[in-house]
């Protein structure tokens, strides 16, 4: 190990000023800046956006560490930076473009049923292949992802109805108890506050009241 | 609304409003310290995918057991104790000499200049990798000191190390990447 003059420690441990050190270590304590400088500001800012949401929908899920399934939805979903080219970056936009639209292309939208007191029955479909559980969670379970889809045929389909009041309604899918993920085919969605978008609904009286 | 009141609330409010059944308590904790514990993870880990598997697990760690938290006005310490000792568990079991492939060299910031920003980026590369080299103690002071930028003292808080014994640990930590990237001017 190469020891280092420790009047350079006591400078860059803020207990000496550059003008306090001889005028040979001045340049070696301004080069430790620039590379200190360099570690700072390649560490994140923060958090990736979701990161609370996904650690409190475990802990409601069980906390349980997560499976090879789950874990490969929590890479896929999770936000990250890439960087690339513009080219690069145009070309990889429209794989994703057509591997995302095209297995969605005859999916309806979630679908409005009978009316029930006051109440409109909605169908829910959202495709999950490899999931496991595939919950909903919206405004009207208070964000509780405690409303199960089923996949009744094993065609990786899941699906289940749920009585809602008139009105507009913001809702996700929670896949594996974890990975909450917006519906491709809502009508429109409206950001969560937290980076993300939630899936808009507006639902309306069958009756027309 | 409940959130805009929660963040008026004490750690200690908040600490005990979890362990009453809150779960909305315990996300503005988690909302309250998650850059603190995934920069520093990020930092340790090398890698944004395993930060914040440590991250959450040392939520859903700290969740489990808010209980035995003995000082709730300092319950993010104790949160980031239990992140700092994951980290280090993390490193233990990694196989290999930890270097990622999230620490390859990708584009720098722009500056317009693509030879600085290519050189910017292979520097950036160099010294993540040395720092990955460095023993789990150097890197987590070295980490501290200089990434999150905290005092001697205030490691010494969260970590629960002497002042003197975390300041041998970044002196160690920097000569040792002072001979990791081969002097490149810096001593």
Avoid at chain 2, 79 to 85: D, L
Avoid at chain 2, 139 to 154: C, I, P, T
Wanted: proline fraction near 6%; charged fraction near 25%.
């Amino acid at each position: 190990m190469t020891e280092m003059d420790p009047r350079l420690h006591a400078y860059l441990d803020g207990e000496l000023r550059l003008e306090d050190l001889p005028p040979e270590l001045r340049g070696r304590a301004v080069g430790w800046d620039g590379l200190l400088d360099e570690v700072a500001s390649s560490a994140p800012a923060g958090a990736p956006l979701g990161l609370d949401r996904r650690v409190m929908a475990r802990i409601r899920a069980g906390s349980e560490p997560a499976n090879r399934i789950s874990k490969w939805c929590d890479w896929a979903v999770r936000p990250r930076a890439i960087r690339v080219s513009p080219l690069a970056g145009l070309a990889v936009a429209a794989a994703l473009v057509l591997a995302v639209v095209r297995p969605w292309a005859g999916a309806p939208p979630p679908s409005l049923d009978t009316e029930v007191a006051g109440r409109v029955y909605v169908q829910f479909l959202v495709e999950a292949g490899a999931a496991e559980s595939v919950h909903l969670a919206g405004d009207f379970s208070d964000w509780q992802p405690t409303i199960s889809l089923e996949d009744y045929d094993g065609d990786g389909i899941w699906s289940g109805r749920v009585p809602l009041e008139p009105g507009v309604h913001e809702y996700m899918f929670v896949i594996d108890g974890s990975e909450w993920v917006p519906d491709p085919n809502a009508a429109g969605s409206r950001d969560d506050g937290f980076g993300r978008q939630n899936s808009l609904l507006a639902v309306s009286s069958v009756s027309g009241t | 609304m409940r959130e805009a009141q929660a963040r008026q609330w004490t750690d200690a409010e908040l600490v005990s409003s979890a362990l009453d059944g809150s779960e909305e308590a315990y996300a503005e904790l988690v909302r309250r310290y998650q850059d603190l514990l995934y920069r520093h993870a990020e930092r340790m880990a090398g890698s944004p995918d395993e930060a914040e598997d440590i991250v959450q697990l040392a939520f859903i760690k700290s969740y489990r057991n808010l209980a035995t938290c003995q000082n709730p006005d300092h319950v993010g310490a104790w949160m980031f104790r239990i992140t700092a000792n994951a980290c280090k568990d993390h490193l233990k079991s990694r196989r290999g000499d930890g270097i990622r492939i999230d620490d390859a060299p990708g584009l720098a910031d722009n500056t317009g200049d693509p030879e600085m920003e290519l050189e910017r980026s292979d520097m950036r590369y160099r010294i993540n990798s040395a720092l990955h080299r460095l023993p789990a103690d150097q890197r987590e002071a070295f980490v501290m000191k200089h990434v999150e930028g905290l005092s001697y003292q205030e490691m010494g808080e969260l970590l629960g190390v002497s002042v003197p014994a975390l300041k041998m640990r970044v002196h160690r930590a920097r000569e040792d990447l002072q001979e990791l990237l081969g002097e490149e001017g810096h001593d």
